[in-house]
T-cell receptor, first 114, second 116 residues
Framework: EAQVTQNPRYLITVTGKKLTVTCSQN?????MSWYRQDPGLGLRQIYY???????DKGDVPEGYKVSRKEKRNFPLILESPSPNQTSLYFC?????????????FGDGTRLSIL | AQKITQTQPGMFVQEKEAVTLDCTYD???????LFWYKQPSSGEMIFLIY??????QNATEGRYSLNFQKARKSANLVISASQLGDSAMYFC?????????????FGKGTKLSVIP
């Protein structure tokens, strides 16, 4: 089954403790992206990757890091999480960044930073 | 810069009736794409429909259709014969063709509630 898999689905942690949210897709997609969703703000893009070793900042990259060492994986790293990073996070992928190809989303990761 | 505006934070519709969810956009790109996604209470994002800026006909997918008015920069989603399972958040999103073409810009969403 074609899918984008995020782990963990839920995480409660404390300020300053490094964490990684993993994202993996099995559709051989070149383009992957991370979003955060906050009430009343919709989804905002954090980082995106056009291919292996090619990443770029989205609209809200501060406090986050990403890497794309393999085509299928695109982990999101919070080196020193803070309470304002409490949010619902989505990973997404598509076969091509442009055109009519929709992005396929993972089921989301709900992070709470205390 | 691209911008998506969804002016209806919440809407109610009677089961089996049609409903229109509004979306207006702002871009300087000549070529762009518009998407609608559904987010049920379970949280996942489900792609519904796509409209390209050069598509001559309005997009349709089953009970979903997109009322695309390019001159007015609007891309409203029409859901016909509403069902209880249509109760969800709906997001309009846009992808441009210029410097922002690798980014998908979302509106803030409309929460649709279908009343039995």
């Amino acid at each position: 089954e074609a899918q984008v898999t995020q782990n963990p689905r839920y995480l409660i942690t404390v300020t300053g403790k490094k964490l990684t949210v993993t994202c993996s897709q099995n559709m051989n997609h070149e383009y992957m992206s991370w979003y955060r969703q906050d009430p009343g703000l919709g989804l905002r893009q954090i980082y995106y990757s056009m291919n292996v070793e090619v990443t770029d900042k989205g609209d809200v990259p501060e406090g986050y890091k990403v890497s794309r060492k393999e085509k299928r994986n695109f982990p999101l790293i919070l080196e020193s999480p803070s309470p304002n990073q409490t949010s619902l996070y989505f990973c997404a992928s598509s076969s091509h960044p442009r055109g009519e190809q929709p992005q396929h989303f993972g089921d989301g990761t709900r992070l709470s930073i205390l | 810069a691209q911008k998506i505006t969804q002016t209806q934070p919440g809407m109610f519709v009677q089961e089996k009736e049609a409903v229109t969810l509004d979306c207006t956009y702002d871009t300087s790109d000549q070529s762009y794409g518009l998407f609608w996604y559904k987010q049920p209470s379970s949280g996942e994002m489900i792609f519904l429909i796509y409209q390209g800026s050069y598509d001559e006909q309005n997009a349709t997918e089953g009970r979903y259709s997109l009322n695309f008015q390019k001159a007015r920069k609007s891309a409203n989603l029409v859901i016909s014969a509403s069902q209880l399972g249509d109760s969800a958040m709906y997001f309009c999103a846009m992808r441009g063709s210029g410097a922002g073409s690798y980014q998908l810009t979302f509106g803030k969403g409309t929460k649709l509630s279908v009343i039995p």
